[in-house]
């Protein structure tokens, strides 16, 4: 099973990124899918999820700015990310997996990428 993301880079401001997440050995549509982030000292934090029916949820702090989607066909899971803040600095990482102990949860997640930096100027 490997998680390829893509997207990253540096960004002003108000700026937007999209990153994304291609899947190899497992369907994207079986599982839950996840967005979570980690930012230098600290944890791991829960940024969006999307469940094998489509629902989706995100945190209070990229509510209303990011957004997650799926697409089946490319079975690969993307980020949009919008009016970017410094304080999303940090390294994003995909997650897949059954999520039985919450999708917010990292313990929930069987399966992760190897990150990508996203990095906000102010």
């Known amino acids: 099973v490997q998680l390829v993301e893509s997207g990253g880079g540096l960004v002003q401001a108000g700026g937007s990124l999209r990153l994304s997440c291609a899947v190899s050995g497992r369907n994207v549509r079986t599982y839950v899918m996840s967005w979570f982030r980690q930012a230098p000292g600290k944890e791991r934090e829960f940024v969006a999820h999307i469940s094998q029916s489509g629902t989706i949820s995100y945190a209070d702090s990229v509510n209303g700015r990011f957004s997650i989607s799926r697409d089946n066909a490319k079975n690969s899971v993307y980020l949009q990310m919008n009016n970017l803040k410094p304080e999303d600095t940090a390294v994003y990482y995909c997650?897949?997996?059954?999520?039985?102990?919450?999708?917010?949860?990292?313990?929930?997640?069987?399966?992760w990428g190897q990150g990508t930096q996203v990095t906000v100027s102010s």
């Open positions: 997650a897949l997996g059954r999520a039985f102990r919450g999708p917010r949860e990292r313990s929930s997640y069987e399966f």
